[in-house]
């Protein structure tokens, strides 16, 4: 296990490691575009560092991202090099955030990313670990 960026305040955490086969991204707390931009930075810079374009993100967020936000990650994504070659399973814990993160997810399907927002971590990494599919 590698880990690239883990940050914990009072009210948020996040950690992203490498875990033989995908980048593990735990997030907890408030989210926005300035969160995002940490996030996938780490994301990004660890897949460059590993070749390792698996992710699989477990989020527990107490604020999610407004519209705008996320029509705002596809020109983050765009920025950081984040492009075909990335396979995104992403997890949203709290049912009231789910909502903001299926547009986000819808956003960034409709550019061709390889994006899939789940509630359940087990389906997300088969599906993401899955050549199949």
């Excluded at 009072?10 to 995002?36: C, N, Q, Y």
């Excluded at 049912?95 to 061709?112: C, G, I, L, M, Q």
């Amino acid at each position: 296990m590698s880990i690239c960026a883990s940050i914990q305040t009072l009210t948020d955490s996040f950690s992203v490691t490498f875990e033989d086969d995908h980048i593990l991204v735990i997030s907890d707390g408030d989210k926005d575009m300035p969160r995002a931009r940490i996030t996938w930075s780490a994301i990004a810079e660890l897949c460059e560092r590993q070749q390792c374009y698996r992710v699989l993100g477990i989020a527990n967020s107490r604020r999610s991202i407004d519209t705008f936000e996320s029509l705002e990650h596809i020109e983050l994504f765009n920025e950081l090099g984040i492009d075909g070659r990335y396979r995104v399973a992403w997890v949203e814990k709290n049912p009231d955030a789910f909502d903001a993160y299926y547009f986000t997810e819808t956003v960034v399907k409709n550019r061709n990313f390889d994006m899939q927002l789940f509630d359940d971590a087990v389906k997300a990494k088969a599906w993401l670990l899955d050549d199949d599919s």
